[in-house]
């Protein structure tokens, strides 16, 4: 089965610098990969997704990923983070047939 | 457009009490499905539904019931409470269960068991 692993728990970024949370995944063939953000109380919502092609893609709310399959690895970036963007990020795989699996999660928090 | 709608937002139990969180969607997407949230672990799947009639077990099934009569509903039965079921649970559908179908998520139930 996939599995998915984001190294940083916990990042905090000044707003105005840029930032890059990681994701790692473990999956036998090209997967799927995407992106959520969770605002407090909210549930999650889609960033991004890359299924073929490009190897970067574009989201809303000024966010891009970045797949590199030599490194297994599906980072997501922004170049200037804004105090709305404190939430927490998941990344996510998605097999064939086998649903989708989720990182445990990296908490994003923004100073003034 | 409601999309995914859960029921209730909060809620308290004590143990070996029983209860319903309900799901319903208004996007005609024949996949549901039901993750728990719990710090570190991010989202773990305990069922899903590739249609009406059809469930089968995720990550985490134990403690937990499903079924799916209709095409909108996915109701998520516990049917004796226990404090390791205290978590955040979302309700999950999407098109299909193939992994290319991003999921849409309703906002949650805070469940606690004491």
């Known amino acids: 089965a996939q599995s998915v692993t984001q190294p940083d728990i916990h990042i905090t970024v000044s707003e105005g610098a840029s930032l890059e949370l990681r994701c790692n995944y473990s999956y036998g063939a090209t997967p799927y990969l995407f992106w959520y953000v969770q605002s407090p109380g909210q549930g999650l919502q889609l960033l991004l997704k890359?299924?073929?092609?490009?190897?970067l893609v574009q989201g809303i709310k000024g966010f891009e990923a970045e797949f590199k399959r030599s490194q297994s690895s599906f980072n997501l970036r922004k170049p200037s983070v804004h105090w709305s963007d404190a939430a927490e990020y998941f990344c996510?795989?998605?097999?064939?047939?086998?649903?989708?699996?989720f990182g445990a999660g990296t908490r994003l928090t923004v100073k003034p | 457009n409601a999309g995914v709608t859960q029921t209730p937002k909060f809620q308290v139990l004590k143990t070996g009490q029983s209860m319903t969180l309900q799901c319903a969607q208004d996007?005609?997407?024949?996949?549901m499905s039901w993750y728990r949230q719990d710090p570190g672990m991010g989202l773990r799947l305990i069922h899903y539904?590739?249609?009406?009639?059809?469930?089968d077990q995720g990550e985490v099934p134990n403690g937990y019931n499903v079924s799916r009569s209709t095409t909108e509903d996915f109701p998520l039965r516990l049917l004796s409470a226990a404090p390791s079921q205290t978590s955040v649970y979302f309700c999950?559908?999407?098109?299909?269960?193939?992994?290319?179908?991003?999921?849409?998520f309703g906002n949650g139930t805070r469940l606690t068991v004491t």
């Open positions: 999950a559908s999407s098109y299909s269960k193939q992994g290319s179908s991003p999921l849409h």
């Open positions: 890359y299924f073929s092609g490009d190897t």
């Open positions: 996007m005609n997407h024949e996949y």
């Open positions: 996510a795989v998605g097999a064939v047939f086998d649903g989708m699996r």
């Open positions: 539904s590739v249609g009406a009639g059809i469930t």
